[in-house]
């Protein structure tokens, strides 16, 4: 029988994106709905590698496969790291995304550019019966003066890449899933698993 890894997930365009990358790997990818979990996980962590191993330690705990589970963000220096942590969370959850980026801009106004310095952080974690770990990837970039674009999701209107002078929401799929934080952080987990198991 086919070991099977979960994925704290609901995110189906995430699971894929893990597919992709993790193909070839000995087990099933599956996401925690399709494994029947659905738990509330609180997510009270002080940093993303924390709160990506809370979510894969409870449910490893329930299931008892293997399990991986992300967290990830927005750190603004100009804010001194913020949102952080607190990014799907940031100007109240209910808010609308087009909202908490106004929100940012604003908060930036009138700054130059050298001072907008900002990067998108993912930690995954892998939780199995004899193994533990977290691996993070991080991609440099700064806060536009105003949203651009309609790809992505999230944060990407507002977040300069300059060496490619487009917003995430502006640059092609194909670039932005080799050069994104989860992108870095998964090619990370997939070297750490084909030491593992090959």
């Excluded at 927005?74 to 959850?93: H, K, M, Q, V, W």
Aim: hydrophobic share 40%; charged share 30%.
């Amino acid at each position: 029988m086919e070991r099977k890894l979960i994925v704290a997930s609901k995110n189906y365009g995430k699971i894929n994106e893990i597919k992709k990358i993790l193909d070839g790997l000995p087990f099933e990818i599956i996401s925690m709905k399709d494994a029947g979990f659905v738990p509330d996980i609180k997510e009270d962590g002080a940093s993303f590698e924390e709160n990506a191993m809370l979510k894969a330690q409870a449910l490893f705990d329930l299931s008892d496969n293997m399990v991986i589970a992300d967290d990830s963000g927005l750190e603004i220096d100009f804010l001194n790291g913020a949102p952080g942590i607190y990014t799907s969370r940031f100007a109240g959850e209910s808010t609308e995304q087009s909202e908490k980026n106004r929100k940012i801009i604003y908060l930036l106004k009138g700054i130059e550019p050298r001072y907008r310095k900002a990067r998108f952080v993912c930690s995954i974690a892998f939780v199995s019966e004899n193994i533990k770990f977290t691996v993070t990837g991080t991609v440099e970039g700064q806060i536009s003066e105003k949203p651009k674009g309609d790809k992505g999701f999230g944060y990407d209107p507002i977040f300069y890449v300059p060496e490619y002078g487009k917003t995430f929401a502006e640059l092609p799929e194909s670039i932005k899933n080799k050069i994104s934080h989860r992108a870095i952080a998964l090619q990370k987990l997939r070297k750490k698993l084909d030491n593992i198991f090959f």
